[in-house]
């Protein structure tokens, strides 16, 4: 899975300044970023592509980021173990 930063989106014509974008996320305008860190963060690149497409299919932001979340890809549990760990297989 690859992860678009803040300058990827600009990249694929997203507007909006890192203010804008963090208040269309607050009210559900726009798909919620993932954090790596305090300082690292950025969003899966099927869930830009998908809001991207229903915006150009005419669907409102609101309705646009609905279509993009479903396009989130979700972690199995092996996924989400520690590195270096061994899920729990158990």
Same mark, same amino acid.
């Given at each position: 899975?690859?992860?678009?930063?803040?300058? !990827?989106?600009? +990249?694929? !014509?997203?507007? !909006?300044? *890192?203010?804008?974008?963090?208040? *269309?996320?607050?009210?559900?305008?726009? /798909? *919620?970023?993932?954090?790596?860190?305090?300082?690292?963060?950025?969003?899966? +690149?099927?869930?830009?592509?998908?809001?991207?497409?229903?915006? @150009? @299919?005419?669907? +409102?932001?609101? =309705?646009?980021? %609905?279509? %993009?979340?479903? %396009?989130? /890809? =979700?972690?199995?549990?092996?996924?989400? @173990? %520690?590195? !270096?760990?061994?899920?729990?297989?158990?």
């Amino acid at each position: 899975m690859k992860f678009i930063d803040y300058g !990827g989106l600009r +990249d694929r !014509g997203v507007p !909006g300044s *890192k203010i804008t974008i963090w208040r *269309k996320e607050r009210e559900q305008r726009f /798909p *919620k970023r993932t954090r790596f860190s305090a300082k690292y963060y950025g969003w899966p +690149d099927a869930v830009i592509d998908a809001y991207l497409t229903a915006l @150009a @299919a005419g669907h +409102d932001e609101e =309705t646009a980021t %609905a279509i %993009a979340e479903r %396009a989130r /890809p =979700t972690q199995s549990a092996n996924q989400m @173990a %520690a590195p !270096g760990s061994t899920p729990n297989t158990a």
